[in-house]
């Protein structure tokens, strides 16, 4: 007998779904069909009214909110939500996946699930697999619905901090065609930082025009001839110009704290600098060659660090298409049968500054090279000079010049197909079943790196007859070495600078299979309804297969870390995994048009899931909403979701890269004291001999961990909903959610896990501090394990407030001028505790940013939006954004958090942005839209980025700011026109 797989059985139970869907028409074919006009709510499956009725926090933006923001990419658009903060966005350059990622509620993008009508997206990239909403046709969005709390128990796992859901416009009837045009005007007026710029004799930027994004989107839809069906296609077009950072004054130079108690801000730079820094064995000041051009070494100071700022992107150069359709036809009300297809091809470049010898590594000199003056072989190898003995050190010389900037060129090319079926049962009963299929494919190639084995051969050179030659040319190993004059100001050879630059290029693909089937009801006809109730007991079950894969693969210079600017080696990696799951969810009303209660709603919802990679798993919810009256509503409700770890997760190879921190033990003067660094293993003798994390960049081990198990989020939401019959066109929202994840699967961040042996001595995160053979974190042989595990707890906690208002002037006995609309929407964070182990204590960022707690988490934000539709086919927006000020972790008393004191950084002020926008229709098919956003052209917050790496604490900090919170470009312009027929 043919044994049955639990993929058999599970697909074999989809199948059964369209069976019980195709015995339940033939016996509820004669019953009549009086419901009434229903839709299915984000976070539920079951039909219910739209209005005010989810049982979960529900924020809502729609196509208009999106014309009068003048977004024409989502993510800018979900970023400006109170509770959302930025991820992956065009503002990051060093460290850009080339991806668009939502946060839902700063628990990071991996716990934010993210659906195009209810269904799952693939992830974006091999490198950082989390959804890319890059691929959503902004002019094909109907609405976005922002559901917080864990709803795994609906849609499966990720649903940790919530859904975000993109309603398409389907049904689409005629022609739609849309061209926007924006660009970004700045006056570049920042004091402080003109000042730093100065100091450091760089030319200061004036008046700015520039940022320019052209958008052009196509949509056209026909209903079969029978109004049975439809189609709707469509295609986009967006080019986005590269901003310079050197185009604003406050990120034309790389800027780091000084003075006295760091209450300054000065232009820093890399060691990393044209001059050089040589520093035997990596330790110690170090020399750097003369800026006079003599070919001598003068001692090195931080007026010879180089500026890479200017050459870093604020806005990443884009191009994308996106196309595709959406299409179904009703055979009977039993069948209707539909399909989706969806497609985009995103070319993103970042510029990043030159690449260079970085002080990463050791490199020998033989004392007797003929490219080194005298005097030069002197400083360096002293008795040994003209020698062939090997001076070995770092050597820290930055390649400068025209066309020596490094460029991370990432290509990525998605594909979405839908095909199913659905119909009418009849007696309150329908079914949905269906097949998907996505893949993203990844190409990158990074330009203008150097190669560390050719360096070190190229610097390896003796006299051949007069002539300088590398020693590999005169033992065979590699005839095509060129010598590389690294002791002389403009030294280097074309001929040597094509022999060691290096191109690198990765390419891989993820992709995602789904086979879902549900069916959706009540049971009125069976008389399953409470006697105090209108509406039956009604219900939606299902099963789903999922197939998750992804495959990574690299040349060999990333393989084998021979790139000087990489960080590290990248190592193939690839791993799939599946999962089948069954759910159902049940709607009880209890109570409905009582004259002592208005209604009382019982939901609840299971599933489970069985995962090939981490076993089985249950998620679950309850909820309870009441009305007493009809004006006010309450509801409350637990979820109990999880996450299963990902591909990379469990499966990416270790190891050693850079990451954001600095070394208190490193440097002449260490913070930390020689007790304190004893505990992280440095020796008397290397105390105040250490060479600095360059540009506050420490080496880290990283990698997945197939031990981790799934995490699990509990989230408990109580709130109220008013709609008070004596104030017409009025709604308020208010909610409380308390979202505890445990078992987190994370990092512990390697600033965190050098504070907690420093401070404690705690062995354990001790242990994890490895240092080089000279005490050093960012050579080779030093790094700080921060592999992925299941770590402490995740707690945040907080109220929204939604408040929305159509005001009639008629009401104020003004005639004929149309009405007002208002809307509120804001969020509180109450807490945000981390716990980094089981155990320990909790550190709370709520109200900070920092090192340890990352991009800023303000108490408070909110946007107000006030609108004046007038009579006359023209509307009127001013719109408010609010972000409340946060402090720098590292200055709080908190031992978890706390460490050098920074005044200069101390503190981000509260912001305030305001917008406008204006839209008219003309000759009824066109309507034109101008705005202007940031209408004051407020500067960013500055912060340091090098001693402490304040603003590069994570990937998504850029420019000596954070550019997803904060707007970077200054006073920004847009002009749209859309012909609709």
């Given amino acids: 007998m043919k044994k049955i797989t639990n993929r058999g059985r599970l697909l074999t139970s989809t199948m059964l779904v369209g069976s019980m869907a195709a015995a339940l028409i033939a016996g509820s074919a004669a019953a009549a069909d009086d419901d009434l006009q229903e839709i299915v709510v984000t976070g539920s499956r079951i039909k219910q009214a739209a209005n005010l009725t989810s049982d979960s926090p529900l924020t809502t933006v729609t196509d208009k909110e999106m014309k009068l923001q003048g977004t024409t990419n989502v993510e800018t658009m979900l970023n400006r939500l109170p509770g959302i903060t930025a991820d992956q966005t065009q503002g990051v350059s060093n460290g850009a996946s080339g991806t668009a990622t939502i946060n839902l509620r700063n628990l990071g993008a991996s716990r934010t699930l993210v659906l195009i009508d209810g269904r799952r997206m693939v992830g974006g990239d091999p490198s950082y697999p989390y959804t890319d909403v890059n691929f959503i046709p902004a002019a094909l969005v109907d609405s976005v619905d922002v559901v917080t709390g864990g709803a795994s128990a609906v849609y499966g796992s990720d649903a940790v901090a919530g859904v975000v859901n993109f309603k398409m416009k389907r049904d689409f009837e005629g022609v739609k065609v849309d061209y926007q045009l924006s660009a970004a005007q700045h006056d570049n007026n920042n004091k402080e930082a003109q000042t730093a ?43 986005t110009e590269p901003v310079k950072q050197s185009s604003r004054d406050w990120s034309a130079c790389s800027l780091s704290v000084s003075g006295d108690n760091n209450d300054s801000h000065a232009c820093q730079g890399s060691s990393n600098t044209t001059y050089g820094r040589f520093r035997t064995n990596g330790s110690g000041t170090g020399l750097s060659l003369n800026p006079d051009g003599s070919s001598t070494f003068v001692p090195y100071t931080n007026a010879l660090s180089y500026n890479y700022g200017p050459y870093n992107y604020l806005q990443r150069q884009d191009e994308r298409y996106t196309g595709g359709a959406f299409a179904h036809y009703e055979i009977s009300p039993a ?36 490219l080194m003056s005298s005097s030069e072989a002197t400083a360096l190898c002293g008795t040994n000079a003209g020698t062939s003995t090997n001076w070995s050190g770092t050597i820290g010389l930055r390649f400068s010049g025209s066309g020596k900037e490094r460029y991370d060129d990432i290509r990525h090319t998605d594909y979405r197909y839908v095909i199913g079926t659905k119909g009418d049962l009849g007696g309150g009963w329908s079914y949905d079943v269906s097949a998907q299929h996505s893949e993203t494919i990844y190409t990158e190639h990074y330009e203008n790196d150097v190669s560390i084995s050719k360096v070190q051969k190229a610097l390896q050179v003796v006299n051949v007859n007069g002539v300088a030659t590398c020693q590999s040319v005169v033992d065979g190993t590699d005839p095509n070495c060129v010598p590389l004059n690294i002791f002389s100001l403009n030294g280097i050879s074309d001929a040597a600078w094509n022999y060691i630059k290096t191109t690198s290029f990765k390419e891989g693909n993820l992709t995602q299979d789904v086979v879902s089937g549900s069916v959706t009801g009540d049971f009125g006809q069976f008389g399953a309804q409470s006697p105090f109730a209108k509406n039956p007991v009604a219900i939606a079950f299902g099963t789903e297969y999922r197939k998750e894969g992804l495959n990574l693969k690299v040349d060999e210079e990333n393989s084998s870390g021979d790139l000087a600017g990489s960080g590290g080696a990248t190592q193939n990696s690839s791993g799939s995994y599946d999962v089948k799951e069954l759910y159902g969810e049940l709607r009880v009303p209890l109570i409905e048009d009582r004259e002592w209660a208005k209604s009382l709603v019982l939901d609840a919802g299971y599933r489970w899931s069985d995962y090939s990679s981490s076993g089985k798993v249950d998620s679950w919810k309850t909820s309870l909403t009441y009305a007493p009256v009809s004006d006010v509503s309450f509801r409350g409700g637990f979820n109990r979701a999880v996450r299963a770890p990902s591909i990379l997760e469990l499966y990416s190879t270790q190891t050693v890269g850079l990451t954001s921190a600095s070394d208190p033990c490193a440097g002449s003067s260490p913070s930390a004291s020689l007790a304190q660094c004893a505990r992280t293993g440095v020796t008397a003798a290397q105390y105040g001999t250490i060479a600095e994390c360059t540009s506050s960049q420490c080496n880290v081990l990283t990698g997945g961990n197939t031990a981790l198990k799934p995490e699990t989020a509990d989230t408990w939401t109580v709130g109220t909903v008013i709609t008070p019959t004596f ?48 005490g050093s974190l960012a050579l080779t042989g030093g790094y700080i394990i921060d592999t992925e595990l299941n770590t402490g707890y995740l707690n945040e906690q907080g109220v929204d407030i939604g408040l929305n208002y159509l005001l009639d002037l008629e009401d104020l006995n003004v005639e004929n001028r149309g009405s007002v609309l208002f809307n509120f929407n804001g969020t509180w964070m109450a807490n945000y505790l981390v716990q980094q182990q089981p155990g320990e204590s909790a550190y709370n960022c709520k109200g900070l940013f920092g090192v340890t707690c990352g991009q800023p988490m303000p108490m408070w934000r909110h946007t107000m939006r006030v609108t004046w539709q007038t009579p006359w086919n023209f509307d ?22 706390s460490g050098d004191y920074d005044k200069a950084d101390g503190r981000i002020n509260s912001y305030s942005y305001f917008d406008i926008a204006m839209s008219a229709t003309v000759y009824d098919h066109y309507t034109v839209r101008f705005g202007v956003n940031n209408l004051f052209d407020k500067d960013p917050p500055i912060l340091d980025s090098n001693v402490y790496g304040v603003s590069g604490t994570s990937n998504y900090g850029n420019g000596n700011t954070f550019p997803g919170i904060y707007d970077t470009l200054g006073r920004t312009f847009f002009l749209g026109v859309t012909a609709d027929f």
């Fill in 197 to 239: 710029l100065k100091n450091f004799g760089v030319t200061v930027p004036g008046s700015q025009f520039d940022g320019f994004v052209r958008d052009t989107s196509f949509i056209i839809g026909a209903n079969a001839p029978n109004n049975r069906g439809n189609v709707t296609a469509y295609a986009t077009y967006r080019w």
């Fill in 335 to 370: 069948f209707d049968v539909y399909t989706d297809f969806m497609f985009m091809t995103d070319h993103t470049r970042a510029q990043i500054a030159p690449s260079a010898i970085f002080n990463s590594a050791l490199y020998n000199i033989n004392c007797d090279n003929p």
């Fill in 727 to 774: 104030l017409r066109n009025f709604s308020a929202t208010i909610d409380y959610f308390d979202i505890r994840v445990t078992d987190l699967i994370s990092t512990l961040s390697a600033s965190s896990v050098l504070n907690q042996c420093l401070n404690t001595g705690d062995s354990y995160y001790c242990g994890l501090v490895h240092r080089a053979s000279n």
């Fill in 876 to 897: 009127l927006s001013g719109n408010w954004r609010y972000i409340s000020g946060v402090k720098l972790d590292q200055n709080t008393s908190n031992a978890l958090l």
